[in-house]
């Protein structure tokens, strides 16, 4: 059994054995997640400007016959979607913008029996993996994030997500589930 807690403040004391691989939080992750969502608000309000002056709804020219209601409509809902948009982007950059404080405290911690993932400064934000208690360990990728999908011996499968503050995602799943793979291995030569 891994504790998580007690693994994370052993690194925080500078105490991690030569077997852990600390991987600390990147900050630039948080900035440019940050500046992605300014952009987005940024590109949401330019694009309901330009329809406005254009005279355009969702980019198609009115037509001249059309009446006011139906104008009045449309421009309502191209201003409704484009708001909720930017709306978005601005609190994706404040979130973002507020985890940088956090980012010293983030960390993924690779043991040779597991693993630690803390993804900010409350225990619900922290995960202990211990590889002892998993039947497979697979990288997968959905809709352009990477997960690892696991599989513990009492049949429970979750999946794990993992995004860029610690690194390459694609390259981090894989590598834990190459050490689960050695985990299993060397256990499986150790008993035999």
Known sequence: MIDANAV????KAGAAP???????????????SALGGIVVAVAAAGAEIYLRASNSVYGIGIPP??????????????????????IGGVVFAIMRALAIGSADEQ?????????????????KDTLAVNYAN????????????????????????????????????KALVRQISGQHAHY??????GQG
């Open 8 to 11: 994370v403040q052993q690194v």
């Open 18 to 32: 030569a077997s852990w691989q600390v991987i600390p939080a990147r900050g630039s992750f948080f900035l440019l």
């Open 65 to 86: 016959a059309a009446s006011e209601g139906v104008l009045d409509f449309w421009g309502a809902v191209d201003l409704i979607f484009f708001a909720a948009v930017a």
């Open 184 to 189: 299993v291995t060397a256990l499986a030569s």
């Open 134 to 169: 998993l039947t497979t360990a697979t990288p997968t990728v959905r809709n352009g994030s990477h997960y690892l999908s696991v599989q513990t011996k009492a049949g429970k499968r979750v999946s794990i997500e993992f995004d860029g503050r610690f690194g390459n995602a």
């Open 107 to 123: 960390m993924l911690v690779l043991l040779p029996e597991g693993f630690v993932k803390c993804t900010g400064t409350s225990e």
